[in-house]
Nanobody
Framework: QVQLVESGGGWVRAGDSRRLSCEAAGRTCSSYGVGWFRQAPGKEREFVATIPWSGGSTYYADSLKGRFTISRDNAKNSVYLQMNSLNPEDTAVYYC?????????????????WGQGPQVTVSS
């Protein structure tokens, strides 16, 4: 069992950057592949980015590639999502999720554990 605790949400202006953090408690983060998802008001939860437990290749939603960067620090049991050039369409609740299987995963059903999700609001 693992608990995921996110931080870093809040209100930002369009064009700003923000970094979200996800810390795993209960078990070492290095055992899990981790992904970030987001859910905007009235929309389905969508995939943002993922990084495997080995810390190798990353994978992003096409629409976010180049602006968002996922990284991990296993020594700190943490995964990060750096978000640059934010715009109002990025306003959403952002969720960290973890899975025990190997490889990259982009579907919600492939993840076993979820955090509570910080709200990120981008104003124009």
């Amino acid at each position: 069992q693992v608990q995921l605790v996110e931080s870093g949400g809040g209100w930002v202006r369009a064009g700003d950057s923000r970094r979200l953090s996800c810390e795993a408690a209960g078990r070492t983060c290095s055992s899990y592949g981790v992904g970030w998802f987001r859910q905007a008001p009235g929309k389905e939860r969508e995939f943002v980015a993922t990084i495997p437990w080995s810390g190798g290749s990353t994978y992003y939603a096409d629409s976010l590639k180049g602006r968002f960067t996922i990284s991990r620090d296993n020594a700190k049991n943490s995964v990060y999502l750096q978000m640059n050039s934010l715009n109002p369409e990025d306003t959403a609740v952002y969720y960290c999720a973890a899975r025990t299987a190997r490889g990259l995963a982009t579907r919600r059903s492939e993840y076993d554990y979820w955090g509570q999700g910080p709200q990120v609001t981008v104003s124009s």
